[in-house]
Each structure stands twice: as C-alpha cells, then as structure tokens.
C-alpha cells in the first residue's frame, strides 16, 4: 500500500507538468460541442505528449491518404512558441501506431512548411485557390489546419482541397486558369 501511493502521486506530477493533455482536453471539448470526430487527432497528441513538451499554442495540419474508407494519415504539428515542427503518420497495417518525426525526409520539398507558412501570413484564400486549380487525377482529399490557442481559448479550423507540390512549389493546372 505504501508504494503505491508513492507512485501516484509521481505519476500525478508528471502527467500535471505535461501542457499537451490540455490540447486533448480542448479536443474532447470541441469534438462534444461540434459532433466532429478526433480519434485520429488525440493519437497523435497523446504520442506527442509521451514523447515531447509542447506549448500552448499549436498549428495542427492534417491529411487523409486519399483512398476510399482509408484509415492512414499524416500531417504536422507546428508549435508556435517553439517554433518547431514535429511531422507524424501512420500506417495501414498498424493505424493506432503514430510515428512522430522532428526531420521531414525531404527538406528542400516540405509541403507541410508551405502550407503553414501561407496560414499564418494569411494567405488561406490562396491555398484554396491551389487546391482548387490543381487537376489531380483520381480521390483527392480535403485537408484541415486547427489552430488551437490555449492562451486565447481560440480553436479555428480552416480546409482545403488537395494540391501537387513538387520542388518546393506547388504545381497547379495552367489549362483551368
């Protein structure tokens, strides 16, 4: 009986002095509030948590891998206070195993840089646009940004339609121009 109260109260700490369960939290609220569902999203906050500290401020982009009834994802987690990006997925065989990365393999072609970088100049309408103008043959998927703000108590979600990037650039058709 005595160890384990000793435990506890360790496990209390540590888990207290961690700031990313307040992103669950947020999450669980939000997703009871709206009817959305996060099972994805509170995956990868809840491996971000075991494996780093975040901040209270986070840019949360999100991707379905466009097949039908698919149950893959990636995306990125940029932390605005730190500023740092933290890039995960997972995969078909094993969807509840999310891989978390702080190295994006293709540095000099990082999509996920672009995207945020043109949300948090305010450029949304422009990737709108992009989605929009690419002609991508096949499923193409819609893609959410959450910015969640624990300081302001703001969560604000933006979509888009997919579009090509290749290069360091997005590619769009010049012929639906």
Do not use: A
Not at 112 to 138: A, C, P, T, W
Not at 149 to 158: S, V
Request: glycine content about 4%.
């Amino acid at each position: 009986m005595k160890i384990k109260i000793p435990i506890l109260f360790i496990l209390i700490l540590t888990f207290s002095n961690c700031k990313s369960p307040k992103f669950y939290n947020e999450l669980s609220k939000f997703e009871s509030e709206t009817g959305l569902n996060f099972k994805s999203y509170k995956l990868v906050l809840k491996e971000l948590d075991r494996k780093y500290q975040t901040s209270d401020h986070i840019i949360f982009q999100y991707s379905l891998i466009p097949e039908w009834n698919s149950n893959e994802f990636s995306g990125v987690i940029y932390d605005v206070d730190l500023n740092e990006y933290y890039y995960f997925e997972n995969t078909k065989k094993k969807p509840r195993r999310i891989i978390i990365k702080e190295e994006y393999p293709f540095p000099e072609d990082n999509y996920y840089e672009f995207v945020i970088e043109n949300y948090m100049n305010r450029k949304v309408d422009y990737l709108q646009k992009l989605g929009e103008s690419s002609n991508l043959s096949g499923i193409t998927s819609t893609n959410v940004i959450y910015d969640i703000n624990l300081n302001t108590g703001n969560i604000d979600r933006f979509t888009y339609k997919d579009f090509l990037f290749m290069e360091g650039e997005p590619k769009v058709d010049t012929l639906n121009k």
